[in-house]
Structure formats: structure tokens, C-alpha cells
């Protein structure tokens, strides 16, 4: 990836009038075909396989168990919208996963509910990275969808597997609770890892040692990153009532308080990214700050040099000049005496500026 | 256009009291006659015709069908106030339809819903055009009016046509939703558009590369463009609550969530705007900051200059005066050390300057 | 009126403890003795004619009629409160009539809804002038009070006289709605004069061509318009939603859709004004913008004039020096050869500023 | 007072965990011993007395009369304390009324309202004075409490002495309704003097006559003001609510119309404040550009005399060379002709500086 | 602790997934092993023990007493779970406990309340310090946990000791106000500390007395300080309204006025945050114009000694021409005379620069 295309963000697509084909269209920027992956469990038993796209999903599901469908790969447009209408999610909702990680809804449908939110992460080369995740919530079954492969849920995986955090102990509205916090916890790493960012430069900005850094690139990008992650956080806050007053009943009574807690966790992260932001506008000025003192400095150092200088080469024109009367051009020590006077004003000047505290 | 005129926003007319009139005057800008499509369609068939103005519009609603009038410029006033007349809009409705693209409401009358709101889109010159669109939701029926011929719709008919989507399954209530879509893809079209402008202007700014262009002319239009956009999105999504509460069950239950997904799609386009509008401004820093170097520049280069040749000057007077003892100038090799000691002069000042970096 | 006095809004007075004089003062700035303007009409009829202050004004009114009381100028305080005293409206509300243009309410009370709010306009000068208006709508009457002669109710006048827009048909709540719609309509006027106003100075601007002109005192007079205006549309839209909820019935149930009507055009007001509050800061992101570009090019022209001179005055100071041994001074084209070297200095330094474009 | 300790607002003293000290601490500034003034009156009669803090208060309780309890000095922490106590407010509501005046707050308790603001007055050298203020309503009685001794509510004696403004007629009720009008009387005249010296230094600014005033310091004073005053007002008018809201029914229905009144008085004392913040921020950007513009206007000078002068020393420096053979130097009227060449350069530079309008 | 790591606030730590580990971690910086003192009291009676971390909480309160367990130190994350499952505390509020200051929660539960904040204080050296504080109420006892030793309840236990402030006459929920109101009070004392230090460095800038100290820094410090307090005391606000509709009626009805009490104080709080971060702006405002002021007048001086100099320079250079003919050069007294015309032009110069108030 080229210097310049990782400046801007990643020009977004536009069909226009997408929603009047008949086709659903992907237009994200992962092409991952698409793989599930389906683990069940109970409190005595779990077993994991991975499915076909083709197969008929619903009729896998084990009635005693938790179900986990975790799809990867979003990108096929056709299967993606076959696996979300095997669970009964409408057209519009699918349009929405495919439509290139902007929108996000928490939808309670009859059967099931159905959320769309982004994740964030940041990569290897420090530059925050957003895609898309689903969930449905349904009877005995959690689907989980991402764009991306990743690892974000394999410590859930684990977790199942050694029956921690009494995972195995709790039905799927339980799961999903955890899958939303594997999500939230690799958000929230990304805020604490540009936070250090920020500060890192904040230090070499305080010790003046940027000569090689576009520091105005690092703060509009930064600034991208708070507006990118307050777009993914707000929404979801917002939409996220619905999961709580859900009227499908499907999370159940004595696990509304996880997902209050959860709330609280949004909460916590929008208090988060507002002290980012306003951190990246310090750093701003700052950086203007240092600008301005440096130049007052280069100017300082103009007019040191400039209020030293130009009397003295006064001085030695006045005896340059060729009047036939010029009585200290003859005198025996002239040429010593013009060099005293010239140090005496030299004195005075350097003197002068020192009370000024201009040195 | 000449470049002058495009850089103001067009100047607003205002008729005082126009309210008073008995007749309605349009105090828009785009002189276009009143033309009206009529397409009905149901699962089975669909016919499509031109209708005169003066044809008496509410008799050729088809009552098993669903009638969609398609009616394209609105300056003829008396033309417009008949049809509206003709489907129970009151005056003072209409008179805000005419108006001249400012009014957005969303207004629920006994036996239809009145919609009035403006849309946007860039033109091939890429500034944007912001224009007037209204929507009467009846019984069996809907009629779209726009200010301007324009293909938005166009889509919409062809999707009627070959029966995609499930128009042709659903009512008129799902046709009013896919216009308001065919808007929304068109306005959010226009955002995209208009932060691809601004991100190449950013990698300008980055690689300086802003010679001919009047920059701050650009932010200035760009912030007017967000400031359009918002004043178009905010107030409808302030109204829209009204046609989710809509009293005379012009909507059905089934298809409600059609319009509540809408709300979310206005939502985002709002999240989109406030994004845009902190590029604009973080765009604008960046102009800033790169004049305050480029001067920052221009003053160390003067000051190089200065600190280098002040004394250079300075020495050369020296040698220059008249005094009649001054033993260097009897030297055999007086020039030469005279040139070495400027020499030296320039090293040592050229050896400071790097070390403080100003190089 | 001086350059000086119109800098400053006018100096607001104040009387400690006015609340507490049995006399009502006014303390207002417009010195308008009061006149009274009956109109009398209903579907047949109509009447008109002059009242004197002291006559019983509530016993003037017609039953079957709109009884509209015009009264122009407040300034005399006695006069005023007997006026208001007639119509049952308390001592306070008068207070605030009279105590110069800042109170917005409106008030139910048992027989009567008064509106007190203010008006603006833009004068000949183009300065905007604020005034105070006020409203008593009763059983069968409107009484309307306005501190300044003014032609605004004119219209409105003309319209009942020739039976225009159903005024004619309607009750006295529609006659409200339709002086409300006056003031607005002025109100609206004055926020598109000022932004015209603000769009050719942009243009002169973008020109450069401002030199006569204080900028910076138009700026701080926009500023202070905006705010003023803002200052009245504000609380009346706060207020304006006791006259929805009117509990005295006043307002007839067919006619509150035309109240609902007038807030959204208080909406919209407050929109356009937010537009216009960042059009001014717009404008003086310019301003300072283009008084930084000057400066920024005074300096780069100092700079080259110092680039290009300071070398060469070093050279001819070279020359100039007395060694006994300077051997380009005895050849025989040595003078040519110094212009010669001068030159290519010259020649150097304009090449290597065109090549940093500095021209 | 020097020049040093105004500059800064007072320093406000802290003493930890004083809520868990068993004896009330005063921790203002103002060591003002109590006195306390006891008007009764109704329609018939009035009588005024002092009584000594000491006096069983209750007891002097008439009951068909309004009893003012007028009590100045609150700083001998027992005396107030037991005072309060007399009425029944509890002991926190006490401790916060001694805290040094922060603390707004209106409390129904259930055969009181105990109300706890701040008042604001503009002392004789122009500064703004914030000092507490409670009141106690309770039936047939009212409490003023105020922190120094001041003439604020003299004209309210005055008025009931002289029984203007029909106090006589009215209860306690409205009693308290009028001390209140007499503090926001007085709050209103803080405003409006602030606001007319912004206006006389906007008018020095523009004159650019603000030689010896340290014009960052009178803005940053401001904004300590207008913060101090929101700090007043807004949670007034956010505690306020309790008052409307009387459970106790201390204030008569008839009279709360009083008290709503009032409350459109805070309201329009916020976007007084609102408008104040703006004028500030707004004769900051004036000072900043004054500062600006006089800077572009020194360099300019600088380079003015630097592009004419600079040629000029290297052209007499040209001629001061020793070359064997220049030819000018032994014309004639070679010195007549270096003497014309120069002026024609100053002519030249004159001429084109008058070009670009540097002059 | 070097300056270095004191600039940046400390970076905080993440633990991938923490929420899917079996063992609770702590993520604070704190390592302070648990310790525990209960004390009991009723009106007659008051005993206090340390407590082994592993006794059996529960069996310690005694019925008929107040129960205080006050815990310090929670950094073993073990002991930390055990003591609160002990009292019926969910996990996940033990994990968010742990997790290193950063959220503030009140939760009802059936049988207690649990609240998680933060508290606040100056340290030695003058930097804020915040760190984790919980508490849990129950019937008959309360327990508070403190992440850092501290004598911040120390005076709520002599106040228990010494029976002050009804502390012995009330329950367990008074208790609970009173080590609120001693957080609130360590809080508060932050503000007063930190504007004081504040009001210092403003008399210091406008002394211009700022040599030695980085005003940025200390600048950039004092926002992310009322950045901080802010987290702290914004969502305990919001959180705090759980408190007040205590659902599980472990506040008495009779205290509930001291909770609406504490309420108060966080809002004014929050008011004086709001006028800390206003101060530290207008700091900043300060510092740039301090700057800018200073730049000015180097830039003023240096175009004053250019203003006279560069013309001298000039004649000096005007009367060492080589011309053969010069007849200054030749009259007896023509250095003299360049010396008066020298002379001359300095006084004019001296002159026009005192008139233009340039010294």
C-alpha cells in the first residue's frame, strides 16, 4: 500500500440505486468466499464441524444444544443473502451487510434479532482498520458474521472448549454476550493503542524532535480515526435499546443485566473517544505552538545578528568614505581606536539584548 | 456560469407577503412546464400513459391498482395548485411547495400524507444542485413531484416494469418507500462525491501541489455544501417521525418496518455529514498550517542569508576604510588572508545553521 | 447617525427596581404617541375607522365580526396599561411590553392568549432594526400592538379589504395566524438581505478588493445580527408551544393545523440563521486567510530583494577593499568582469527562486 | 487592593471533610456579624423593628400578617445556624448556605421552601461582585438572608412602606416574588454594565486607541465574568422547577402566573448571558486582528525601506570599487550621472510600490 | 518518576479478551495487598478489629450495629472476588473493578447496591492522582474498597468515634452519604488546588515572568486534568439517578434528602469543571497573544534599526565613491557637514517613529 492511498481514507463505492436490483451486490473491500463454521454445546458436551454454505442450516440445529454458526466471508453476495434468508432475515437487512460496513441496527424481528455493527481493529502497520460484523439471536442458535477472517473470536472458541466463564453453563443469548465483548475488547484495545500513539508524539513533540514526521498527516489521520470510531460507537448506543427492551423475549430475564453491563462498556468507550479527541486537538496545538516558537526564534536571531551587525558596517563606511578632512583616518593608532568603538557597540548591543533576555 | 455567480450560493428572492396573494406565485428557479406520467400497475399487468394537466387527475385512479403520478416541474403555479387541489393538499402546502427549495415537511392529513423535502445531487461542473421534491401517499395512490426532468426515478420505473424488487407484490406505501430510497441513494451519492473532492484536495495539500488553485474558495464552498446537505437531512429526519406515526394508517403494519429501516438510512447520512463536515474543517487546518510553513520557510531562508553575509559585509568594510596605518592591507598575502578569514566566516556560520538544523 | 454610534448596539438603559414603581415606565427608544385602528369585518361586511385611546375599546366590539384593534406606538406608558387593562392582560405583561424589546412569551390566560415577541427589518442604512410587537387575540378580536409605524400589517389590511386568501371566511384566529405570517415574512426578509449582504462582501473578498473597507467591523456586526436575530426566533419557538396547547380554546381545531404550519417556518427560520452564523465564520476565516497571504508575499518580496542584493553589495564591498595587492583590480577588463560576475549572481539567485516559485 | 490579586478570581478556600466537623464553618469572606430587621404588615398596618439574634424568632411570628424577616450577615456560622434552625431547614442546607457562595439550590421541605442562589451587582471600580443570598418562605413568613449589607432590598421596604405595587394586598407569596425581582433587578444591571464596556472597548479597538490597556487581560476578566454569571443563573433556572412545582403549597395558585413570569426572566437573563459570550469572543478575534494588522503593517515598512534602499547601497557600493579601470568615475559628470541613476531607482521602486497599494 | 513519563498520562494497559479468562485480573497500577478493618457502632456502643481477608465477611456483622468493612487495596485479584461473592457481587462487576480505573457504575441488586467510581486528589508533587473507590451497600453494614492506601475516611472514623454529625444516631445508609461526601470532598479539593495553580500561571503570563517554565505543557496537562475529573464525575451523575430510585430500599425514605443533596454537589461540580476547562482555554488564548505580542516587538525593532541604519549606510556609501570629481569631498568642513546631514536624517527618522508610537 502506497504512502498516498493509505492518506485518505478508502474512497467509497456508490451503485446508484442498489436497492432496486434484483441481485443483492457486496460492496465492502474483502473478497473472502464465504466458510461456517458450526460449534455446539451443552454443559456436557460440544462438537465443532465445519458446514457447507449449501446446506440446509436451520436443520442442523440440535434442539438441547447452543448452536454457533461463525461465517466468515461476507463477500458472495448470493450465499450471503441464502444463509440470512434461511434464518428469516429480511432483504433490506442483508442489503444493509453487504453495503460496505456503514450502517449499523439492532433489529428485534419475531423470531429472531438480528444486529449489524462494525469492528475495529488496528493492523500491523499501526493504521486503524474497520469491517463489518452480524449477529442473529435466535431460538438455540447464534450466527455470527464477519468480513474479515480473524481471530477476534477464537478466544470465544476456547473458551467454549474449556467450559470457562460459564460459557457452557448458559444458553445463546449468553454467547452472544460474549462474541459482543470479544468485539468491544478489540475495539477498545484500538482506542488504548492510538492513545499511546498520541502520546508517544506528544513526548517528541515536547522534546521538538519530529524533523522527519508530517505531523499534520498524524493529526488529520488521527482525526479520521476518533470521527471513524465515534461513527461506529454512537449508533450502536443508540440502537442498542432495542436489544435491551427486547420484545421477542429472547434474551432472557436473568441475563438483561449482562446486557446493561454492556451498555455501561459503550458508554465508557464514547467517554473514551471524547478524551482521544479532545487529546488530538491538544496535540494540534501544540504542534502549531512549537511552529510559532520556532519561528519567533529564527526572527529573534534575524534581528540579533541584524541590530549587531548593521551599526558596525555603518562605522566602517563612515571611515571608508574619502573627504579630504578626515582627522582620525590620519591619527597613529585611528585604525586601533575605530576597532575599540567597534567592540564597545558590539558590547553594548550583546549587553542590550541580554537584559532583554534575548539570548 | 461565469465563476463569480458560482461562488455565492444563488441569491434567495423574497416576495414580501407573498402569503397574501391570492394567487400563489413559484419562486423557485427552474422554468419547467408541468408534465404528468401516470404508470398503474398491480401483480399482473401494468399500463403507463401521458396525462394532460387538466385532466380530472382523481378519476383515473384505478382503484385494484397501484397508481403512481408522475409529475415533473412545478412552475407553473396554478397548474401545480390544481393538482394539489385535486388530491386535498391545503393551500398553504402548496404555497410551501413553490416556495423555492427551502420548506421540509412531513405532514399527515386525514385521507393522504403530504411530503415535502428537497433532494441533491452533483452536477457535471461537481458543484451541488439542491431541488425541490414533494410525495402525496393516498389511497391506492401516490404522486411524486419534482422541480427539475431528472432520471431518479427513472430506475424505479424499469424495477416496476420487470416486477424486480416486489414492487409489483406490495402497495403503494412500498412504492412511496423506494422513491424516497431512489432520494436518498441520489443524496447519498452526492456526499460520497463531494468527500472524494475533498480527498484528492487533501493530497494536494499534502504534496503542496495547490498552485492555481484558490483553496480557501474550495473550503468556503465545501462547508456551504455540508451546511445544504444539512439543512436538507436534519429537519426531515426531525419530521419523518410523523409519517412512523402515521394516524390515517396510510402505511400498513406489515410494511412499517420498511419505513423505520428508512429512519436508519437518515440517520447514517446525518453521522455521514457531521464526519464530512470535520474533514472540511481538519482540511481547512491543513491549509493553514501549510502557509504558516511556507512562510516559516521564507523567513529561515532570509535569515540564512542575512546571518551569512551581514558579517561578510561588515569585514569587507573594514578592509575598506581609509585609515592610513592598517598594516594588513601593506601584507604580500593581505587579500588572501582576507578571503580566508570570510571563508572561515562562512564555514563556521554554515557549520551553526546545520547544527541547529536549518538546513 | 455617526460612523461611531452605530458600531455599538444601542446601550441597553436599565432602572433598578422598575418592578417595583407604581407607574409602568417605558424604556423603549421609539417615542410614538399611540393610534388605534379598528377594523371591523366578517364575510359581508367591513368597517374601518380610528379609535382614541381613551374610548372603552372592549365595548367597540361587534359580536358577530373580527374586531381587529391596530395600535401603533407604546411609548406612553399610562395609555398602554389602560389599553391592556381593558383586555384583562396583568400589570407584568405590560412591564415587559414596555421594557424595551427583549421579552418573548406568550401567555394563556382564561379569556385571552397574549404574544409578545419582536420584529426585524433592515433599514434604508442596511443595519437591521429590532422592535417590540405584541398580540392579544380574544373572543371575536386581535388586538395588535407594534412600537413603530410600520407599513408591515399593510398587506395584510389590503388582503382583508379585497377579500383575498379566505381572511374573509375565517375567524379571528386566522387573522393572528396571518399577522404572525407578516412578521415572519419581514423577519425572513431581513435574514436575506443580510446574507446577500454577506455573500458580495465573500465576493470582494475572493477579489481582494476591500481596501476601504473594515472588514473586520462588518464581521463583528453580522456577528451581532445573528445573535440579536437568533435572540428572538429562539424563545418564541420555545413559547410558540403554549399557543399549540392552548388550553382557552381560542384557536378553533380546523385552524391549529395553520399554527403548526407557522412553527415549522420557525424552524426553518432557525436553520437558515444557523447557516448563516457559520457563513459569517466563514467569511472571517477569509478575511484572515487573505490578510495572511498578504503577508506571507510582503515577506517573500523582502526576502528576495534581500537574496538577491545582499550578495552582490558583499561583492562590490570586496572590491572596494584597499589591499595593496588585489590583482583583479589592475587587469585591464577587470571592472567588466566584476559586472560580469555580479550578473551570473543575479542570474543564479533568479533562477533558483523561480525554481522554489517564488514568483 | 493591588492590581496582582484582582487579576485572579479570589482563591477559594477548601477545608477537608468540613461536613464531618460537628460546628457549622463560614467560609466566604465577608465578616459581616448578623443583624436582623422584622417588617409585619397587611392592608391596614405596617410596623418594623430590629430584633436581636437571640429572640426566640418564631414567636414574633404575627399570624395575619406577612412577617419579613430581613437578616444581613450571615458569617457568625452559630447564629445563622440557629436562625435556620428556628425554621426548620435542616443542617446540610445550612452548612451549603455557609460554604462561600457556590451552591444553588430550591428545596421544598414540608412547611418550607428554603431557596439558596447567589446575587451579582458591579461594585464602585467596575468589577463584578458575587455574594449568597437564601430565602425561607414558609407560611404567613418569609426569610431573606444576605451575605453583606446592601441597599437591594430597600426599594421593596420602600414599596411596602408606600404600598405600592399592590404588596399590601398580597401574601408572603408574593412577597418573595418581589425580593427575588429586586436580586434579578440588580443581576440585570451586572449584565447590561458589562456589556456596555465591551462596547466602549470595541469602539477603542476599531479606533485602535488601547495604548495603555492591557486588552487580553480585560477579555479574559470578561469571560470569568460571563462564566460567573451562567454559573448563577443556569442552575437557577434548573432548581427553579421545584419552585413551579410547589408540593407544599406555600404559593397560591393564584399567584404562581408570578413565578412563571419569573421564570421567562431567567430565561431571557441566559440568552442575555449567551449573547455576552458571544461579544466577548467576538472583541477577541477584533484585538487579534488589530494585533495582526499592525504587525503586516511593520513589515511592510521594513520592506519598503529595505527594496529602495538596498539597490541604492549597491550601486554607491559599485562606485566605491578601486578597480584601475572604471570609466564613469572619470566623466565629467559622472557623479551627477550615479546621483540620477539612483533617484531614477527610487522613482522606479516609489512607483511600483504605489502599484500594489503599499502605501 | 522522570519528567519524561509524568507528560503522558499513563499508558494503559489491555489484556486481549480479559473478560474470557476463569481467573479475575487486576489491571491497575496499584500493588497494595488487602487489608480490612471493620468497625461497628450504634448509638451506644463502637468496636473496631482488622479482619484476615480469608474470615468469613458475612458472620461478622452484627445485627444491630452498623457494619463498616473498610478495604484497602484490591490489586490480589483473588482476595478481591472472594470478599465481594462473599456479598453477593457479581462477577463481572468484580472484572470492571479490577480493570484499572476507568468505569463508574451504580447497580442495584435485590439485596445490596453497588457502586464503582473513581476518586480523585493532588499529589506531592502537584499532579492529579485518580484511582478506583467501590462501595457496597446491605442491610446493616456497609463495605468500601479503596484501590491505594489513604486517609481520605480517616476523618469519617474519628467523626464515628467522637459520635459528630448524627453518625451514631443513623444507619448504615448515612454512613454510605458521609464517605461520598468525603470522596467529593477530595475531589473538590482537586478543582480548588488546580485552579488555583491556574490563577498563578495567569498572573505569571500577564507579569510575562514565564522564562524557564514550558507553558504548553503545563497547559496541555491542566486539559487532560479536567478531561479526567470529567470522566469521573459526568457518568457518576448519570449513573447516580439509580442511586435515588433505589428499587431495593436499602436507602431509608427519611435519608433520601441527603442523597438529593449529594446530587446537587455533583452538578455543581460538574459547573465548576465546566468554568476549569473556560479558565485553562483562555490560559491558552493568553499564552499565544503573549507570543504574538513578543514576536511584534522583535520584529519592531529590528525594522527600527533597520529604519535608521539602512539609509546611513547608504550615505556613507554615497560620499566613498571613487568619483574623480566630488566636491563635498573636497570642502574643509564636508565631514562635518555628512555628519550633520547624518545626524539629521536620525532625529527625522526618531521623529517619525515616536509619532507613529513605535517606542
Known amino acids: 500500500m502506497s504512502k498516498r492511498t493509505s492518506t485518505s481514507p478508502r474512497v467509497r463505492k456508490h451503485l446508484d440505486n442498489a436497492h432496486l436490483l434484483e441481485n443483492l451486490v457486496y460492496m465492502g473491500e474483502e473478497n473472502v468466499s464465504t466458510s461456517i463454521e458450526l460449534i455446539q454445546y451443552d454443559k456436557t458436551q460440544i462438537s465443532e464441524r465445519a458446514v457447507r454454505p449449501d446446506e440446509k442450516l436451520k436443520e442442523l440445529i440440535k434442539p438441547d444444544c447452543v448452536n454457533w454458526f461463525r461465517i466468515t466471508g461476507i463477500s458472495d453476495a448470493g450465499t450471503t443473502y441464502n444463509i440470512c434468508k ?7 437487512d442483508v442489503k444493509d451487510l453487504l453495503s460496505g460496513y456503514r450502517v449499523t441496527k439492532v433489529i428485534t424481528h419475531d423470531t429472531n434479532t438480528f444486529i449489524l455493527m462494525s469492528g475495529a481493529y488496528i493492523s500491523e502497520d499501526k493504521e486503524l482498520i474497520i469491517y463489518q460484523n452480524a449477529f ?50 478489540s475495539f477498545n484495545d484500538a482506542i488504548i ?32 480515526d476518533a470521527s471513524s470510531l465515534r461513527r461506529i460507537i454512537a449508533p450502536l448506543r443508540e440502537e442498542y435499546i432495542n436489544l435491551l427492551h427486547n420484545t421477542n423475549k429472547l434474551i432472557k430475564p436473568e441475563n438483561i443485566m449482562y446486557f446493561e ?24 496545538d501544540l504542534y502549531f505552538n512549537n ?17 549587531i551587525f548593521i551599526p558596525l558596517t555603518f562605522m566602517v563606511g563612515v571611515w571608508g568614505m574619502n573627504f579630504d578632512y578626515m582627522p582620525e583616518l590620519r591619527w597613529a593608532h585611528g585604525y586601533l581606536f575605530a576597532w575599540g568603538i567597534m567592540l564597545l557597540i558590539v558590547i553594548l548591543a550583546v549587553f542590550y539584548l541580554k537584559r532583554k533576555r534575548w539570548f
Chains 1, 2, 3, 4, 5 share one sequence.
Not at 434461511?86 to 433490506?92: D, T
Not at 493503542?193 to 498524524?218: A, G, Q, Y
Open 86 to 92: 434461511a434464518f428469516g432475515i429480511p432483504r433490506f
Open 261 to 284: 453491563d454492556f451498555d455501561d462498556r459503550l458508554r465508557t468507550s464514547l467517554d473514551d473517544l471524547l478524551a482521544f479527541r479532545e487529546s488530538v486537538s491538544s496535540l494540534s
Open 136 to 185: 442473529i439471536l435466535g431460538d438455540n442458535y447464534v450466527v455470527s458474521f464477519q468480513e474479515r477472517p480473524s481471530t477476534i473470536f477464537n478466544d470465544a472458541k476456547d473458551a467454549i472448549k474449556e467450559g470457562r466463564v460459564m460459557i457452557r453453563e448458559k444458553d445463546e443469548d449468553y454467547l452472544l454476550y460474549i462474541l459482543l465483548n470479544c468485539l468491544h475488547s
Open 291 to 307: 511552529n510559532n516558537l520556532r519561528l519567533n526564534n529564527v526572527i529573534k536571531k534575524l534581528t540579533i545578528v541584524s541590530t
Open 193 to 224: 493503542k492510538l492513545n499511546n500513539r498520541l502520546n508517544e508524539m506528544e513526548d517528541r513533540l515536547i522534546d521538538d524532535d519530529t524533523e522527519n514526521i508530517n505531523v499534520m498527516r498524524f493529526i488529520s489521520r488521527r482525526k479520521k
